[in-house]
């Protein structure tokens, strides 16, 4: 594609090439024999062989003389993980799920050229008891709004055509010729857009503190490091519209006054990483990036920085220091990264979901995005839905749309019909938030006020089968192996709350340990230099809060609730089921289980491993744990 060497020749490209997106807003095609077809292309569908399933979409398209008239090509993440690899066929707006490379052939003789869809790769909507065929007929999606994900599922990320098509770079072009950086920062304000890394600043306050510093040279950087365990979002976005950060990250620099931008990514996301390179490199070739920009006289560029994977680097000081070649910790502050970043730079840090809404805002008005949300929390929030859920994805939604609504309406509710226990939203530094609170509106202040928080998205989801102490200590084991050790309360403190932990799951707790936990939890808030060490204690406090008389069955009882905690498990077998066929005591790889054929058997508890083979092997269901 040539460059583009002004805002006018910009708008002219955008027009010529709409067409190539046009099947895929349109409700029929003129030609009936004309298709898109979309397959998923995330790191997840590529798992199951989603590319392959594109090759063979387009080798049997060939076959059949359509490939001049129909193609197939990948696209990012529909968001509907849970039934992946997904198809979606244009401009009948099919929707198929848990697609092999093998039903490739189907798909094109059955539905594009008999023009009958494919039932059984349909997906079945309980709501209504019967496969739909349309997307917007899916309840996953019924009360989703995206804005941070407009592009995936939409466009093939790896063609800066198809982002031109859908008005990319026009939001640039507006900033570039008719807005100054003052106005850029004043739309953001109004529009009410906070961070959605976790701290939830005011991210037009923050563009304004950085355009505000003098200096010869400023950094926009975007942090991709996204480590919480369960979260995906920004991968996702990474990997399906990696362009729309791009031309986020121009805007922002051109705010601030920065002509330099820097990446920093986890070096785990090898797909994310090739599809930023490439989108770099396109953007670069249409004079997109690099110097003089559409012709206004504005230069701006953007690196890439590999990271190793630490969870402190999420910490834009830690961050910062680890793009510097140093050791990954936080510094105190102030100074801010604003006023003294890389390098001692003024440095401006925003997160990828943050970046992914400034197109929208600058094309759309504050107005418009201020209209979404509540009261204090604007906008949407993407979250990754996992844990004991039936529809495990991507989501997102208005912000004030409440839990309830996420969990069973979007998500399906409880996996195998178990009970709702807690569902932890924050990752790491979140809490456990009960049934009791599923109606709580999702934004920053009301997360906050039950004694967890926004985060970057993370939402585990929990069932009864699920034991708050371990949960408590799982995290707390993610956040000890995470420390960077710098500071003394965060590096002994969350061993010493560990090691509390793992006692009390073991049944050898005591009273005093819980009381322990808590002078220790307060200790670390008020102590720690920065929020990794200062929320590590969130989960076990919120466990605490909502979920105290598991602790005690633990400790005064010497019992798991949820028969979690294979120390405190013990087996019996029924009498009443029991028929005597030894099964149980010839897998017993302790020879724990005694008895005579036909008649009811033991298990000797002092010799049991508790690796529950028995429960496994026994056909009657005659061995439960408690």
């Not at 690899?85 to 093998?102: G, L, Q």
């Not at 739909?132 to 899916?138: G, P």
């Not at 400790?555 to 609730?561: K, N």
Request: glycine fraction near 12%.
């Amino acid at each position: 594609m040539e460059r583009i060497g002004s805002f006018q020749e910009l708008k002219i490209r955008h027009e010529e090439l709409e067409p190539l997106l046009s099947l895929r807003f349109a409700e029929e095609s003129v030609d009936p024999r004309m298709r898109d077809i979309l397959v998923c292309g995330g790191t997840g569908c590529q798992a199951s062989e989603s590319e392959r399933l594109v090759e063979n979409l387009n080798a049997i398209l060939g076959e059949h003389g359509l490939d001049g008239e129909v193609r197939a090509q990948i696209t990012g993440c529909f968001g509907f993980c849970e039934k992946g690899p997904i198809v979606k066929v244009h401009p009948d707006n099919v929707f198929y799920v848990e697609v092999r490379a093998e039903d490739a052939r189907e798909i094109v003789e059955r539905h594009v050229l008999d023009g009958s869809p494919v039932e059984r790769l349909l997906f079945e909507e309980p709501s209504v008891n019967a496969r739909v065929h349309r997307q917007s007929d899916i309840s996953f999606y019924g009360k989703q709004m995206r804005i941070a994900l407009r592009n995936c599922g939409l466009i093939n990320p790896e063609s800066i055509a198809e982002y031109l098509a859908n008005q990319g770079y026009q939001a640039l072009g507006t900033v570039l010729t008719a807005m100054s950086p003052e106005e850029v920062c004043l739309l953001i304000k109004e529009s009410g857009l906070r961070g959605r890394g976790g701290g939830g600043f005011p991210t037009g306050v923050k563009w304004d503190i950085a355009r505000a510093q003098e200096a010869d040279q400023k950094y926009l950087i975007c942090n991709a490091d996204e480590g919480d365990p369960g979260a995906f979002m920004d991968r996702a976005i990474m990997e399906g519209d990696p362009h729309s950060v791009i031309e986020a990250m121009a805007i922002g620099g051109y705010a601030i006054g920065a002509s330099k931008g820097l990446v920093y990514i986890r070096a785990e996301y090898p797909l994310a990483i090739q599809r930023l390179e490439m989108a770099l490199d396109q953007a670069r070739h249409c004079g997109l990036l690099g110097d003089n920009i559409l012709g206004s006289g504005f230069s701006f560029d953007i690196e890439i920085k590999l990271g190793a994977g630490a969870f402190v680097c999420g910490e834009e000081t830690a961050l910062i220091r680890s793009m510097e070649g140093k050791r990954g910790e936080p510094t105190t502050k102030p100074p801010f990264p604003a006023e003294k970043g890389y390098w001692g730079k003024p440095s401006n840090v925003n997160n990828v979901e943050t970046l992914a809404n400034i197109a929208p805002i600058v094309l759309r008005g504050a107005e418009w995005y201020r209209s979404i949300g509540t009261e204090k929390s604007k906008g949407t929030k993407v979250f990754s839905l996992a844990g004991k859920i039936s529809n495990v994805g991507l989501v997102e939604v208005p912000l004030g749309t409440s839990l309830r609504e996420i969990i069973y309406d979007i998500g399906g509710g409880i996996k195998n019909g178990r009970q709702f226990k807690a569902v932890q939203t924050g990752g790491p530094s979140g809490g456990c938030i009960p049934a009791r609170h599923l109606d709580t509106p999702i934004d920053f202040e009301s997360l906050t006020a039950i004694g967890s928080m926004m985060g970057s998205g993370g939402m585990i989801v929990l069932s009864e089968d699920d034991c708050m102490v371990n949960l408590a200590k799982f995290y707390l084991e993610f956040t000890m192996d995470e420390s960077c050790g710098k500071c003394t309360s965060c590096r002994i403190g969350s061993k010493r709350m560990h090691e509390i932990l793992e006692k009390i799951t073991q049944g050898k707790g005591t009273p005093e340990d819980i009381a322990t936990l808590r002078t220790l939890a307060a200790a670390i808030k008020d102590t720690a230099l920065c929020g990794l060490g200062q929320t590590a204690p969130n989960p076990v406090l919120s466990t605490l809060e909502y979920f105290e008389d598991e602790y005690l069955a633990h400790v005064m009882e010497g019992r798991c609730p949820a028969g979690a905690c294979t120390a405190l498990r013990r087996y019996s077998i029924a009498a009443d089921r029991c028929i005597g066929c030894s099964l149980c005591a010839r897998a017993c790889p302790a020879g724990a289980i005694s008895g005579t054929p036909k008649s009811l058997f033991r298990i000797d508890a002092d010799m049991c491993t508790k690796c529950g083979v028995c429960v496994e092997k026994c056909k009657f269901a005659a061995i439960a744990s408690a």
